[in-house]
């Protein structure tokens, strides 16, 4: 066996927390601990894009795979990528750094511990994304509500237990359903093991339940209505970083997962429940798109313009098409960087400024113009301008459902509309209009890690807008391969029926 | 009497005891003496068990007496939590003032009888061990006799549980009276045809067994004995009772009425379903430490029946999983809970706890870690624990218990949560006391990292356990 490259990418950030834990910081800031944690992520980061040029694009096979005999011999730890989750690890090994820089500026107590916690969070997603069996994928998945419901708990607002145990509990009930489901495929197929899975395909009959069972937790993670509730409550309460990661990394974990098992392991069921997922997705996608217009909270406004956005990806999965599935997956990492970087925006003046309100801001561009700079390409991010990421994933996602649904697609496409017009609006009353708050005279424009963070984001954001071959190279052959194997099934189905 | 050599740890144990006995009476201040000696005793009575673990199966005197993978590795795990135990309690005893001879007698007297309890093939020998392990135990709950709660909940857990020996006994005589045998193995070739009385007396035992094993609805008595005695008293009852009466649910269910698993399934899942929601619920609006894990451990139980109720080899090797994870989250909680001593008095309630991470961030980390295994959230050893027996019960379809179990865990996770919020989240209180004796902290720091890093190589109970097969 080759260098396992998969186990260092997950483990290697764990190693750095430990490396924390047992050291004595000299400094009262914690300064060292926290060039040790940037250190150890970055490295990881270059680690995944080492993974992602070393990686075979035309193949639609597993890489890299590792099977190790875990659990009593028959459940193995089994680590593996393809060309749809290799993105979503590097959106997270990017992420994390940009998370440690910004730490600075938000969190003031208890520096070294939230440094573990966001090192250990990034082997938990790494974990999920990498994971080829089921009872890896759910230690990984369940594991992560640790970590953030402290992240959310100890570091968060003022209604911080609210939305830290409104999160746990929402999150584990959707999840054991999941659980149980997961034991039944061992019982029924006796195997967990994803790529075993593929081939022997699950019975029929059992599909449906199975995949409501899955589905419960996916839709709790995405959030889809109705249970996207706690999303904006752990957004509010949670501190900037903490947000940027539930934005960013978890929230596709539900997206990932819908792709990678629901579809890949209940095609028949998937094809049955397509009309609840569009009539879910189309609610989230409007209704929240309403509801975001009229915040003044804005955190909150970004928290459910999140829901709308996973509304889109959830809507172009299941239009199971080519352009639909690869579309919802530019749209996630989309998603993942310009929510981030909204958030970490948000963050900026929050910290400047101590309120989210939205009437507290206005006219900032005349004192802050670099802010002004950044926040707008991302608010176009946001809002999917052509020359943005955002506009290929929801350009692909509609082209997807036109194919399908007319009705559907017209009715999404309002999202778009709506979309652009809370987002519109939040620039102008925070950064255009005229300064009426005094206080806000004193704000000073970007510092120098606050720049270094938001262009590392802009960058990606513009630079995929205009080129996304890159993304789409790596992606094409793996979703290609899901639908063959989807459409296959549907067919095998229908000849057996007859 | 060639096959004395089987019983050697019981013959052990036993002359330990009159020993021990006999220099409490004749030297002077031989409290300290005679703890220290118990300890060695145990030491030396686990090296005798493990050292006959190499047997598969043996019987003994008649048929009354067997020993086999399941007594013997029960009675490790028994053994090894008591030397915790003693361990762990040491310190707390001189402290409040509870350092008696009686006291490691006492404990290693009631060993002795769920000893016997674990390797009885016989109702009558079944039925020695129980009352030896039960009368010790009454005395231990009372222990601090000067504290009025210590009493009460002496003499609360000494009426109901003579009472559940009572019905335990008009069970056996039920069964007896039936079967014409008193001899489990005898008793299973004889039931073979239904009847009645038989059941009438699996039922009568079950309550029996489900009292001692604190399940709903025998559990009332948990809370208050667990909060009453003193808190070394609570962990020895929390732990080693838990061991035998789960290993004499194994005995009887798959020896004796192995025939009649129509019969008894039922009662068991519904004890199960029962056990799991009560003590979920229960334990949200609890205040004191000792009786919300009171709770915990009544739903716990719940779990660890619910592997019994499958009838298979898979779910009683997962049932004796899930007790030999609990045992190592309990022994780590109480630790955690001897911890917080301020100026010679200890502290129980769970507001105690407020703000503990910031003047004591080990301590709250380990607890963290216990709290989120109790809850079952993975990677830690607790979710395996569940894991396992939820694997056995949806092998045998058994999706209504599988599906109440999770849900349930949901509702418990709530409260376990509630107790992370207040180390975690809350502000903090007066510093507690940072030096400990050596026994405490290697507990807590091995019990610590079994938990957190059991993920890594699951197989260490499992491949132990998949030797003990009933059917």
Redesign the interface.
């Known amino acids: 066996m080759n260098f396992p490259i998969l186990s260092s990418l997950i483990l290697l950030p764990t190693i750095g927390a430990l490396f924390i834990l047992f050291t004595k910081s000299s400094s009262e800031k914690y300064q060292s601990s926290k060039y040790v944690a940037l250190f150890i992520s970055l490295a990881n980061f270059l680690l995944s894009l080492y993974l992602w040029y070393i990686f075979d694009k035309n193949s639609v096979d597993f890489q890299f795979v590792e099977n190790r005999e875990?659990?009593?011999?028959f459940i193995n730890y089994k680590v593996g990528i393809d060309g749809i989750s290799i993105l979503f690890v590097i959106l997270t090994t990017f992420i994390t750094p940009i998370c440690i820089i910004s730490v600075n500026a938000t969190i003031t107590n208890r520096l070294k511990?939230f440094l573990i916690a966001i090192l250990i969070m990034e082997t938990f997603m790494i974990g999920v994304f990498c994971s080829l069996d089921l009872?890896v994928f759910?230690?990984f998945f369940?594991?992560g509500?640790?970590p953030m419901?402290?992240i959310i708990?100890?570091w968060g607002g003022e209604r911080?237990?609210y939305s830290?145990?409104k999160f746990?509990?929402y999150t584990?009930?959707g999840s054991?359903?999941m659980?149980?489901a997961i034991?039944?495929i061992?019982?029924i197929t006796g195997t967990t093991d994803v790529e075993k899975l593929y081939e022997l395909g699950i019975q029929v009959e059992y599909q449906n339940l199975l995949w409501l069972a899955f589905f419960s937790s996916f839709a709790v993670k995405t959030p889809m209505w109705p249970v996207h509730t706690w999303l904006p409550d752990a957004h509010v309460e949670a501190p900037t970083v903490g947000s940027v990661l539930l934005a960013a990394i978890l929230l596709k974990m539900a997206g990932y997962g819908f792709i990678r098992f629901s579809l890949g392991l209940f095609p028949i069921a998937s094809e049955n429940f397509t009309m609840l997922v569009y009539i879910l997705s189309l609610i989230a996608i409007i209704y929240t798109s309403l509801v975001a217009l009229m915040q003044e909270d804005m955190k909150k406004l970004i928290a459910y313009s999140s829901v709308a956005h996973m509304g889109f990806v959830t809507l172009g999965i299941f239009t199971m098409t080519q352009q639909g599935i690869e579309g919802s997956i530019f749209q996630m990492i989309s998603h993942g960087l310009v929510s981030a970087a909204l958030f970490l925006s948000v963050g900026v003046v929050y910290e400047r400024h101590h309120t989210r309100l939205i009437n507290k801001y206005g006219g900032l561009v005349s004192i802050m113009p670099r802010y002004a700079i950044v926040f707008m390409v991302f608010t176009l991010g946001a809002l999917g301008l052509p020359g943005t990421t955002g506009f290929i994933g929801e350009f692909l996602i509609l082209m997807g459902a036109f194919e399908k649904n007319i009705l559907v697609a017209m009715i999404a496409s309002l999202g778009v509309i709506l979309g652009a017009a809370y987002m519109l609006w939040l620039f102008k009353r925070v950064v255009f209009g005229e300064m009426n708050n005094q206080e806000l005279k004193s704000m000073k424009d970007l510092k120098t890690f606050e720049i270094i963070t938001l262009s590392a984001l802009v960058i990606p954001i513009l630079f995929f807008g205009f080129y996304p071959e890159p993304l789409m190279n790596s992606i094409e052959a793996s979703v290609e391969n899901t639908l063959e194997m989807y459409n296959f099934d549907l067919i095998n189905n229908l000849a057996s029926k007859d | 009497m060639e096959n004395i050599q089987y019983i050697l740890p019981e013959i052990f144990i036993s002359l330990s005891i009159m020993l021990f006995l006999l220099i409490g009476v004749f030297k002077k201040n031989s409290t300290t003496l005679i703890y220290n000696l118990s300890n060695i005793s145990l030491v030396i009575l686990l090296a005798l068990i493990v050292n006959l673990s190499s047997i598969d199966k043996i019987y003994l005197f008649n048929n009354s007496y067997l020993i086999d993978n399941l007594s013997n590795y029960m009675k490790i795990i028994l053994v090894g939590s008591g030397i915790f135990v003693m361990l762990i309690g040491s310190k707390y005893i001189q402290v409040i003032n509870l350092n008696k001879i009686e006291y490691p007698i006492l404990i290693l007297s009631s060993i002795l009888g769920m000893m016997i309890m674990i390797s009885s093939n016989d109702l009558i020998v079944f039925y020695m061990g129980l009352e030896l392990q039960s009368l010790a135990l009454y005395v231990l709950a009372s222990f601090n006799r000067d504290n009025l709660l210590s009493t009460e909940s002496g003499l609360k857990y000494f009426v109901l549980s003579a009472l559940s020996s009572g019905l335990l006994l008009y069970g056996c005589s039920l069964t007896y009276g039936f079967s014409e045998s008193t001899n489990f193995d005898q008793i299973l070739i004889n039931s073979i045809e239904f009847n009645y009385g038989t059941t009438f007396g699996i039922v009568f035992i079950l309550v029996g067994l489900a009292f001692k094993i604190s399940a709903v609805p025998f559990h009332m008595w948990a809370p208050d004995v667990y909060q009453g005695s003193p808190t070394s008293v609570t962990l020895f009852f929390a732990i080693l009772p838990k061991i035998a009466a789960l290993s004499v649910f194994i005995k009887f269910l798959y020896t004796p009425f192995a025939n009649m698993n129509d019969q008894w399934q039922t009662i068991i899942v519904f004890i199960s379903i029962a056990s799991m929601i009560f003590g979920a619920v229960a334990a949200i609006g609890q205040k004191n430490l000792k009786r919300l894990i009171a709770y915990s451990s009544i739903s716990h139980m719940g779990y660890a029946l619910a592997g019994l109720a499958t009838i298979s080899n898979q779910g009683i090797q997962s049932s004796i999983t899930y007790i030999s994870i609990y045992l190592v989250m309990n022994l780590a909680f109480f630790s955690c809970l001897f911890m917080l001593k301020r100026n010679d008095k200890y502290y129980e309630n769970i507001d105690d706890l407020s703000g503990l991470s910031k003047k004591h961030?080990i301590l709250s980390f380990s607890l963290l870690i216990v709290l989120?295994s109790l809850a079952g959230?993975?990677?830690l050893a607790g979710?395996f624990a569940k894991?396992y027996v939820?694997?056995a019960v949806?092998?045998q379809s058994m999706?209504f218990l599988?599906?109440v179990g999770?849900?349930a865990?949901?509702v418990a996770?709530?409260y376990y949560?509630r107790i992370?919020?207040i180390i975690?989240?809350d502000p903090e209180k007066e510093e507690y006391e940072t030096s400990h004796n050596l026994g405490l902290k290697i507990t807590l720091a091995i019990s610590t990292i079994f938990i957190l890093a059991y993920?890594i190589y699951?197989?260490s109970i499992?491949?132990i356990v998949?030797k003990i097969t009933m059917i």
């Not at chain 1, 875990?70 to 011999?73: I, R, V």
């Open positions: 875990w659990l009593s011999g511990d009872v759910y230690l369940e594991a509500l640790i419901f402290l708990g100890i911080r237990v830290a145990f746990f509990l584990l009930l054991v359903l659980l149980v034991i039944a061992y019982w | 961030p989120f959230i993975p990677p979710f894991f939820f694997l949806i092998e999706y599988a599906i999770l849900l865990t949901v996770a709530f949560l992370i919020k975690y989240f993920f699951p197989r499992t491949e998949s």
